[in-house]
């Protein structure tokens, strides 16, 4: 089994930044990616950035350029840096970690709300 926790969630205005962390336990070594992801009300749960093992990233057209997802390894904490945040980037954003086999994990989310 996995567990992940995140955290860093909160309200911020428009233009602020957040950064959001997800700590990892459990049995890790079959874990080969591993991601953010978010929910807006109403809408599907979509990703907006991962890393794999090797450090390599990918991230949703809507976030490139004001978001960057990053590891520490010897933390077992994935990291999502946000900046220049919109109204638009309010939701719940959940950590999700991909298993060699397919298997997922999933954290219990976090709020975060963009508003003035």
């Known amino acids: 089994q996995v567990q992940l926790v995140e955290s860093g969630g909160g309200l911020v205005q428009p233009g602020g930044s957040l950064r959001l962390s997800c700590a990892a336990s459990g049995f890790l070594f079959s874990i080969n990616l591993m991601g953010w992801y978010r929910q807006a009300p109403g809408k599907q749960r979509d990703l907006v950035a991962s890393?794999?093992?090797?450090?390599?990233?990918n991230y949703a057209d809507s976030v490139k350029g004001r978001f960057t997802i990053s590891r520490d390894n010897p933390s077992n904490t994935v990291f999502l840096q946000m900046n220049s945040l919109k109204p638009e980037d309010t939701a719940v954003y959940y950590c999700?970690?991909?298993?060699?086999?397919?298997?997922?994990?999933w954290g219990q989310g976090t709020q975060v709300t963009v508003s003035s």
């Open positions: 999700q970690a991909a298993a060699v086999g397919g298997r997922e994990y």
């Open positions: 890393i794999s093992g090797g450090g390599s990233t």
